[in-house]
């Protein structure tokens, strides 16, 4: 067992080994992860004696499963028919550009950001609707969307260089 897989491990103990506990597993490893690595899956199926091809079909089925590694801030942006009708492409649109994003690149190479296009979010009321990690954002407009993408990187800069000054380098 290598230290990259001590978090695996506890959380197979917790659920005591017991393929039954495939789900709960892996949320638990994303969890620690924030997506599914594909040599954790290999582990995840030899330490439950489960074939990898099910833990695997287990991981693509669920929408809430990710294979790939997701950036601090995931965006979902809205296509509902509620969001559709009240303009929502050209906000997911906007996020795009302004991350250097596209429809195939969902992730910032520095993993600050993920875009995402959902079929509902549940708050038609709002809409159109973006929801940054579990902050909602209702009635947006795509420039209204840029400001809050350009807020969080002027936070994270701002912490970023409060580390740095922190840490005696100026």
């Known amino acids: 067992m290598g230290r990259q897989f001590q978090a695996v491990c506890k959380t197979l103990e917790?659920?005591?080994?017991?393929?039954?506990?495939?789900?709960?597993?892996l949320q638990a490893v994303?969890?620690?992860?924030?997506?599914?690595?594909q040599d954790v899956l290999n582990y995840v199926a030899s330490a439950l004696d489960?074939?990898?091809a099910r833990v695997f079909g287990v991981a693509t089925f669920y929408a809430h499963?990710?294979?790939?590694?997701?950036?601090?801030?995931v965006v979902r942006t809205c296509d509902g028919t509620a969001c559709h009708v009240k303009q929502?492409?050209?906000?997911?649109e906007a996020v795009r550009k302004k991350l250097g994003l596209s429809e195939t690149v969902k992730t910032t190479p520095?993993?600050?950001?993920?875009?995402?296009?959902?079929?509902?979010?549940?708050?038609?009321g709002l809409a159109p609707v973006m929801v940054v990690n579990d902050e909602?954002?209702?009635q947006m407009t795509?420039?209204?969307?840029?400001?809050?993408i350009e807020e969080i990187q002027a936070k994270e800069l701002a912490a970023a260089q409060g580390a740095v000054i922190a840490g005696g380098v100026q």
């Open 14 to 25: 917790r659920h005591h080994h017991q393929a039954s506990q495939l789900i709960p597993i």
């Open 30 to 37: 994303q969890g620690e992860y924030s997506y599914l690595p």
């Open 50 to 52: 489960v074939p990898a």
């Open 65 to 73: 499963f990710a294979l790939e590694a997701k950036g601090k801030y």
């Open 88 to 92: 929502s492409i050209p906000i997911l």
């Open 110 to 124: 520095n993993l600050l950001f993920t875009v995402e296009t959902v079929a509902c979010l549940g708050a038609c």
């Open 136 to 138: 909602v954002y209702g």
């Open 142 to 148: 795509p420039a209204a969307a840029v400001q809050v």
